[in-house]
């Protein structure tokens, strides 16, 4: 099983954004790289060649489920491992998200101390 190290986290908000930087990199170690749209998303992701992405799911312009379908486009992302980040956690709102082909749904608002270890039992599952 390779180990998890680079990390993509797509999200429009700059609190959340910085607090998850720390959260994964001075906490989780990993390699992180923050874009702040769905478009921006698509055109790093393939050159940044993340092993796991994190959707925040409301985003303006393309939220997270019409990203997630313009990643899964591109065959080197193809099988990328991608959860959710979001407020909206009903067991139907999860079971939608999960449908399209997350791993996962991590709640928001998340723990920075927890982030990295939700992220690596995610990755965790995904490959075993």
């Not at 390779?2 to 986290?9: A, I, P, S």
């Not at 001075?26 to 393939?46: D, N, Q, R, W, Y």
């Not at 996962?104 to 075993?128: C, H, T, Y």
Request: hydrophobic share 50%; proline share 8%; glycine share 6%.
């Amino acid at each position: 099983m390779t180990e998890l190290n680079r990390v993509l986290y797509v999200e429009d908000e700059p609190d959340i954004q910085a607090v998850a930087k720390i959260a994964l990199e001075a906490v989780g170690g990993f390699t992180v790289k923050i874009c702040s749209s769905g478009e921006e998303a698509l055109a790093v992701a393939e050159d940044f060649a993340p092993d796991m992405i994190l959707l925040d799911v409301m985003m303006p312009g393309m939220d997270g489920p019409s990203t997630l379908a313009a990643l899964r486009q591109h065959p080197a992302l193809a099988r990328t491992p991608v959860a959710f980040m979001t407020a909206k956690v009903q067991p139907q709102e999860i079971a939608q998200l999960k449908s399209l082909g997350a791993l996962d749904v991590i709640p928001k608002p998340f723990e920075p101390m927890q982030l990295a270890n939700q992220v690596r039992a995610l990755w965790g599952k995904s490959s075993g």
